[in-house]
């Protein structure tokens, strides 16, 4: 009898790990079709797919939306591998900008590269305030991830992407 439980239990093993396997390649042979599809979905919903995400800084009571991919990246753009919304947080707020009462708008672009790893974070149009414009690059370099772009043919691909990222005092 015990010998009948551990074939059964090794069996059921087998085909969830089988099961797993299928949705995995599954999940790796998503195509421009698929991506497209969405985003037309989405844009009917929003009535604009690609604008620009905005991440912000303020509330820490504020909860993101539940539909958080809402922009949905162009087919052949990195796919975030986590939740944007959680990349930046109250707590990252810098002192030195909360003690002189500093707020404003900090347009950032960074590297993704072929592995979905993030490089070379710049600014693009500065908040005004170097501490706030450093605190952007430095939370999207230490949290962003990303599944890398891939062209045409499902090659990995490097990539820039942009944000505009706001920086506004606590009421």
């Keep these: 009898m015990q010998g009948k439980r551990q074939d059964c239990a090794l069996a059921l093993g087998a085909i969830l790990l089988m099961s797993l396997a299928i949705l995995f390649v599954a999940c790796l042979s998503i195509d421009r079709e698929f991506f497209s599809a969405i985003a037309g979905y989405i844009e009917r919903w929003t009535g604009d797919r690609h604008a620009e995400p905005t991440l912000n800084a303020q509330s820490p009571t504020e909860k993101p939306p539940k539909d958080v991919f809402a922009v949905i990246p162009r087919p052949g753009d990195p796919v975030p591998a986590s939740d944007p919304h959680m990349w930046i947080t109250p707590d990252d707020y810098p002192a030195e900008a909360l003690r002189n009462d500093w707020q404003g708008a900090v347009r950032i672009e960074w590297t ?56 506004a005092l606590p009421d």
């Design 112 to 167: 993704v590269d072929t592995e979905g790893r993030l490089h070379d974070c710049r600014v693009l149009e500065s908040s005004g305030h170097a501490v706030l414009d450093e605190a952007a690059c430095g939370v999207i370099l230490r949290r962003a991830r990303y599944w890398p772009a891939r062209d045409a043919d499902g090659v990995p691909k490097v990539s820039t992407i942009s944000r505009r990222i706001i920086w």
